[in-house]
């Protein structure tokens, strides 16, 4: 099991950016599938990004898809969402998720495949 700590998220207006940073516990970060999740009051969690273990493979959804990106520094031990032109419509709690894969070049989408998540970090943006 590892755990997982977001930081990085805040009140920002809309088109402003943000970084959210999740730093990963263990040594075993390198086996990690990642992704980055945001759930919005009375909305399901969704998968915003993930990043295969290894190999650079990326999701995005649609709605975030030219303004968020994922990276990942396994020497740190963490993962990141780059999110730019942030709209009134990313307003949720976003989570970072951790997936044990032997798979190097699978990202995975469900939040059901993953194994670990953190406690989430508020993302709010103003119109």
């Known amino acids: 099991q590892v755990q997982l700590v977001e930081s990085g998220g805040g009140l920002v207006q809309a088109g402003g950016f943000l970084r959210l940073s999740c730093a990963a516990s263990?040594?075993?970060?390198?086996?990690?599938?990642m992704g980055w999740f945001r759930q919005a009051p009375w909305k399901a969690r969704e998968c915003v990004a993930a990043?295969?273990?290894?190999?650079?493979?990326?999701y995005y959804a649609d709605s975030v898809k030219g303004r968020f990106t994922i990276s990942r520094d396994d020497a740190k031990n963490a993962v990141y969402l780059q999110m730019d032109s942030l709209k009134p419509g990313d307003t949720a709690v976003y989570y970072c998720?951790?997936?044990?894969?032997?798979?190097?070049?699978?990202?995975?989408?469900?939040?059901?495949?993953?194994?670990?998540w953190g406690q989430g970090t508020q993302v709010t943006v103003s119109s």
């Open positions: 263990g040594r075993t970060f390198s086996m990690k599938a």
């Open positions: 990043h295969s273990r290894s190999g650079g493979r990326f």
């Open positions: 998720a951790a997936k044990w894969t032997f798979s190097s070049d699978y990202y995975y989408v469900g939040a059901n495949e993953y194994d670990d």
